[in-house]
């Protein structure tokens, strides 16, 4: 499973578990190459928790876009949360 939840000119952001750093069905954010996990700082200065958050509350994304709030994209981003 995958699902992009944040877009800018700069990074796109994917959580994912189709990546060798996913274990046991929790998923992990792709930034560019790099697996981040929900305590993990991005270049961005936010936890990667942060921009999950961030998705599920609709929160100002800071100059990107949000991804589409699909159900495949609200299950991973809460089991990333967990």
């Keep these: 499973m995958k699902a992009k939840i944040y877009g800018s000119t700069k990074a796109e952001a994917i ?11 929790k998923p992990v954010l792709l930034v560019g190459e790099d697996a981040y996990g929900p305590a993990d700082v991005l270049p961005s200065g936010l936890t990667a928790a942060d921009l999950v958050r961030g998705f599920l509350k609709r929160k100002e994304s800071g100059g990107g876009i949000w991804g589409d709030r699909t159900e495949e994209a609200v299950t991973l981003a809460e089991r990333f949360l967990r």
Excluded at 15 to 25: K, M, R, V
């Design 15 to 25: 959580l994912t578990t189709d990546h060798s750093t996913s274990s046991y069905g």
